[in-house]
């Protein structure tokens, strides 16, 4: 299955800054999608990154706070902006390699806000 | 949009004996189910899934059963491991479009007892 690395692991950050989280797949996929856990609970989907477009965001989740790039079939990035305490959680890139196959996490990013 | 359910939150079992985790989804139109077990600070991983066309799949300890009149699937570990100790999440994917996106239960932590 593809190797999917995420970066960084982790990161503590000041309420109000903006934080880039990279995810980078060794082989080219189909899909790709962001998700957030937050401590204890289960996964919410943020949005699916569309290359070359903008991504499709759930209900909830607006690009203003989350921008999301897919630039190529390899990689994605979400941003976190104007970051607050209640953003502290862990965010997991996910890749779907072909329609139709399961999808794949990345360790994802813990991250905390001060 | 889909609802998926997860009962119970927690479960300890003996080790050696079963364990059946039951979920619930609301739309009829979903048609793929997999099930992901997530261990302490590590990412989700897929362990078995099963599509709308298949009513049973297994693979060695782990086996899932689908019911889609009543609209529920299970997971069923037999001769349970310690190392089976985890969270389990089991999620649906409903058609979109060109597109299909998961929608995760709450998950449910599983406790092998020594």
């Known amino acids: 299955s593809a190797v999917i690395s995420q970066k960084p692991s982790r990161d503590i950050c000041q309420r109000g800054t903006s934080l880039t989280i990279q995810c980078q797949v060794d082989s080219q996929v189909t899909m790709m999608f962001w998700y957030r856990q937050q401590p204890g609970q289960s996964l919410t989907l943020i949005a699916t990154?569309?290359?070359?477009?903008?991504?499709?965001?759930e209900s909830g989740f607006v690009i203003d706070k989350f921008p999301i790039s897919r630039p190529n079939l390899t990689f994605s990035t979400l941003t976190v902006s104007n970051m607050s305490p209640e953003d502290s959680s862990i965010y997991l890139c996910s890749v779907e390699p072909f329609e139709g196959q399961p999808q794949h996490f990345g360790d994802g990013t813990r991250l905390s806000i001060l | 949009g889909e609802n998926v359910e997860q009962h119970p939150s927690t479960l300890s079992v003996q080790e050696g004996d079963s364990a059946v985790i039951k979920c619930t989804y609301s739309?009829?139109?979903?048609?793929?189910f997999p099930w992901y077990k997530q261990e302490l600070g590590k990412r989700p991983q897929l362990i078995i899934d099963?599509?709308?066309?298949?009513g049973e799949k297994k693979d060695q300890r782990i086996a899932v059963t689908l019911n889609k009149t009543a609209k529920h699937f299970s997971l069923h570990i037999t001769e349970t491991q310690p190392e089976d100790s985890a969270v389990y999440f089991c999620?649906?994917?409903?058609?979109?479009?060109?597109?299909?996106?998961?929608?995760f239960g709450k998950g449910i932590t599983l406790s092998v007892r020594p």
């Open positions: 990154a569309n290359q070359g477009s903008e991504a499709t965001y």
């Open positions: 999620a649906a994917s409903s058609p979109e479009g060109a597109n299909s996106k998961l929608t």
């Open positions: 099963i599509r709308s066309n298949v």
């Open positions: 739309d009829s139109a979903s048609n793929y």
